[in-house]
């Protein structure tokens, strides 16, 4: 064969597949008191899958928000295929051939697939819809992925894995060059991320580049390109994925110095007084088994959708058990609502303060008084005033909860001391066990450590603390053991004082499907 | 690599989709098992009360059945319209009772009656408006923002004439014009078949096509099942929620019309409590309030259903508060059905 034309051909060929389509230069933005992006670059190749990496909170989301036009940003410079947007609406953006493929999925689930693909650009007749031209289009589309859907069926009779296919059909329908996937494997079963890595391998050969957020690390290598890595809203380093070892990419996302200010209080480790065996609550608790000890604060670590807060949910009886068993000081609780287990002394402090933890509309008498009504009302169900106001004071006094007077609305008071009344409200209980889902979530460094000393606090009166948290240094500064979790399972135990974040990482991603090469598979 | 295996199962499917036809062609439309389901209700509570009253199976009464049954139908098209948004439209009573007292008061005023029908019907499709953009573009709660119109759109009908019914609607223009009037919207019949009903149908052919056919039909489906998916693929949600408050708004309009020719005046109570019925004859029919789905044949049956059992149970001679009691406990029963059906049979599975 002429050798100048094959040479030719290639160099013509590289020229399309690797140059820059997007391209991001010193992207600066705030929200109110935090700064999520600070002078990140970021560039996308065509043809390229770039893995996007980072801890939770470490801006990803945010600079691909800005990419599809979500958020606008505060200053820097924007370019998708050479041209310079300095105002990119949702719009823009999907005009330009960006399209995000929602971790949570965005679909009419009462239409069919056809009709949730031509959604807002319906092909008209002089009358009425094209129905078979729109059914014929999504097919071609549908059959190009290979998948195997009809575009007849409703959207919401589809598992997700095939919601998912629809919604990059769509993308491709629309022209999309530039697709962002944003932890896309996260629902799906190993045989069905075979399937998606197929399809990004196809869509990367007719010369789409694709951004790729996930927390796998392992399935990055059955994918990846390169990769950028993101820490506390800053770049932090690119490169071909090829070049860098596991620990390399873990030690960048992770980075910080490890030794922060945590008040750690030493404690004589007393006996056991809880005990969850073999507990099953749904695809995200399966199997989980540990022991809680007196004067104990045991951590519980893992990436987001591990299954931790699943956990507290299900002991607290929020969510039904399929089975298992829970233990309280030697004997077994029936927990079946949330107030069976207010009653037995297991309390738990969630998550989302202000949408679980309290009532925003309540003063922060009513909302100290409110699980403890059965105590202060008399046998009419009136409230005695004289103990409610007791119970208060002695709440408010015990947390040092800084407040100008217990009338004012709950959500005056700061994230740290809003804290401190939903974990008031069990104090009058004599709880045994108190579970901390995320505490820290949202409140600056001088509540966090109030939030710390809270805990020390109710280890050193002998009470046992579980402890949820994302943030890993702070685990490892509190806690005196460590238990991480991935996809529902438990999948170690660490001595919090002994151990690194390159070993919690590792267990928090130690993901039970192993992920089926697709280059070997049919 | 990949390449190879596209189209693999193509040519079978499109085959096999353009041949099947037919029942089960139609079978497979969304919402069409519950309309059907409501179909078969009316035939079993149809032939129910004509076993106890053979009078029911009359031509006589079967005219009058489709007559007032068409009066539920338009409402309830209305209804069905707002609530596939997953919104609910309060007013729809009011403005009929608005529409009948405007029409009548202007005639009795000697404005002739297309005259009078077009100021009506512009009165009546402001207070859709003024519901659309409540609720599509302020978002209030269609709760609140359609029971605020419907007390000014019951005063409205209340001061038009002073606080009084009307007189007789031809006491001006005259007799004849009066008749024909009542005639074309009421006691009048073409091809046998009382013109309300025609009207009635006319108008559900029109407002079925619009449903399921067009962009907007689509559109409205598609905000009721996922609002923000819905504004993210670029639908206008305010303007296509403005045009369900003005379908809802003219179909009142025109049942305003009828119970003015009905009763040949204006009745400041016209239209009473309306806008439950509407929700009951879709909800009947299958319609979801919670939105995203239903078919207008559906409410069809669920008017039917509701008129049925109204004329059956008079005929029966069942006093009015057994009649409210019948009424009432099936609708409840028809959502209850379609929120066990829907979590599949919720109280077995839960395990």
């Not at chain 1, 800053?234 to 990419?249: A, K, P």
């Not at chain 1, 700061?414 to 004599?430: D, E, P």
């Not at chain 2, 929700?279 to 559906?298: C, E, F, K, M, T």
Request: proline share 2%; glycine share 10%.
């Amino acid at each position: 064969m002429d050798l100048e034309r094959v040479t030719g051909l290639i160099a013509e060929e590289s020229k399309g597949m690797n140059e820059v389509i997007v391209s991001m230069q010193h992207i600066n933005k705030s929200f109110p008191g935090v700064k999520a992006l600070d002078d990140v670059s970021f560039e996308l190749r065509s043809g390229e899958v770039m893995a996007l990496l980072g801890e939770n909170g470490a801006g990803k989301s945010t600079l691909m928000k800005i990419l599809s036009g979500v958020y606008t940003r505060d200053s820097g410079e924007l370019y998708i295929f050479g041209k310079e947007y300095a105002d990119l609406s949702p719009r823009l953006a999907r005009e330009a051939g960006v399209a995000i493929i929602h971790q949570e999925l965005n679909m009419c689930r009462h239409l069919s697939v056809a009709e949730n693909m031509f959604l807002g650009r319906e092909l008209r007749g002089r009358l009425s819809l094209r129905n078979a031209d729109m059914e014929r289009e999504a097919r071609k589309y549908l059959d190009e992925l290979g998948v195997d859907i009809s575009p007849r069926q409703t959207v919401g009779d589809l598992p997700v894995s095939k919601q998912q296919m629809i919604e990059i059909a769509k993308a491709l329908s629309v022209n999309a060059r530039i697709l962002i996937m944003d932890e896309p494997t996260s629902a799906l079963t190993s045989r069905e991320i075979d399937d998606l890595f197929k399809i990004i391998r196809q869509l990367k050969a007719q010369g789409c580049g694709i951004v790729y957020i996930s927390h796998r690390l392992e399935e990055l290598s059955h994918i990846a390109d390169r990769v950028t890595i993101m820490r506390d809203g800053q770049y932090i380093t690119e490169g071909n994925f090829s070049d860098f070892t596991m620990d390399e990419i873990i030690q960048n996302m992770v980075g910080r110095e490890i030794k922060e200010k945590f008040p750690r209080v030493s404690c004589k480790k007393g006996r056991k007084v809880f005990e969850v065996k073999h507990l099953n609550a749904g695809r995200m608790v399966r199997d989980v088994s540990f022991d809680l000890y007196e004067g104990e604060i045991v951590g519980f670590a893992g990436l987001m959708g591990a299954g931790r807060t699943e956990t507290t949910r299900a002991i607290f009886g929020i969510d039904p058990k399929e089975s298992g068993e829970i233990i309280l000081n030697g004997e077994s609780l029936s927990i079946n609502k949330p107030m069976d287990s207010i009653k037995a002394g297991v309390v738990l402090a969630p998550e989302d303060r202000k949408k679980d933890g309290l009532c925003t509309k309540l003063s922060v008498r009513q909302n100290l008084a409110l699980p403890n009504l059965d105590i202060i009302c008399n046998k009419a169900g009136v409230v005695r005033s004289g103990e409610e106001k007791e119970l208060c004071d002695k709440a408010i006094a015990d947390l040092r909860i800084k407040l100008p007077d217990t009338e004012v609305n709950v959500d005056t008071l700061s994230g740290g001391n809003q804290q401190k009344v939903v974990v008031g409200k069990w104090l009058a209980r004599n709880s045994k066990v108190v579970i901390f889902d995320e505490p820290t979530r949202g409140i600056d460094v001088g509540a966090k450590v109030e939030i710390y000393n809270l805990m020390n606090n109710l280890k050193e009166q002998g009470i046992a603390v579980m402890f949820v948290s994302s943030e890993m240094p702070e685990v490892m500064g509190i806690a005196d053991r460590i238990i991480v979790m991935c996809d529902g399972r438990i999948t170690g135990e660490l001595d919090a004082k002994a151990t690194s974040q390159n070993e919690i990482l590792k267990l928090a991603t130690a993901f039970e499907n192993k992920i089926i090469s697709a280059d070997d598979g049919k | 690599m990949t390449g190879d295996k596209r189209g693999v199962f193509t040519p079978a499917g499109r085959c096999e989709m353009n041949n099947r036809k037919g029942i089960k062609r139609i079978l497979a439309i969304r919402g069409m098992g519950a309309a059907i389901t409501a179909f078969a209700g009316l035939i079993v509570i149809y032939v129910a009360f004509g076993i106890l009253n053979p009078k029911v199976f009359s031509g006589q009464n079967i005219l009058n059945l489709l007559r007032s049954m068409s009066k539920y139908l338009l409402i309830g098209i209305g209804q069905s319209y707002v609530m596939i948004t997953g919104n609910i439209d309060l007013s729809i009573g009011s403005v009929v009772g608005m529409s009948a007292m405007l029409t009548a008061t202007l005639m009795t005023l000697g404005v002739p009656p297309l005259v009078a029908m077009l100021i009506s019907l512009c009165c009546g499709l402001m207070i859709g408006v003024i519901n659309g953009f409540l609720v599509g573009k302020f978002r209030l709660p269609p709760f609140i923002a359609t029971l605020g119109t419907m007390f000014v759109a019951r005063g409205i009908g209340y001061m038009v004439n002073g606080n009084r019914n009307t007189d007789n609607i031809g006491i001006k223009l005259g007799k004849e014009v009066g008749d024909r009037f009542q005639d074309f919207f009421y006691y009048g019949k073409t091809a046998g078949i009382y013109n309300t009903f025609w009207i009635a149908l006319v108008i559900f052919i029109a407002l079925f096509f619009l449903l399921s056919k067009t962009r907007t039909g689509r559109h409205i489906y598609a905000i009721g099942s996922n609002v923000d998916a819905a504004r993210l693929s670029g639908v206008d949600v305010v303007a296509t929620t403005i045009k369900t408050y003005l379908v809802s708004a003219f179909c009142s309009v025109v049942v305003g019309f009828i119970l003015c020719a009905q009763a040949g005046m204006g009745n400041m109570e016209a239209g009473n409590t309306y806008e439950m019925y509407a929700v009951a004859a879709g909800v009947i029919g299958g319609v979801s309030p919670l939105g995203g789905s239903g078919l207008l044949l559906g409410t069809f049956a669920g008017a039917a259903v509701w008129q049925t059992l109204e004329n059956g149970l008079n005929m029966v001679g069942a006093q009015v508060g057994i009649q409210r009691i019948v009424i009432g406990v099936i609708v409840v029963f028809a959502v209850l059905a379609d929120a066990v059906l829907r979590t599949g049979n919720g109280l077995k599975k839960s395990k």
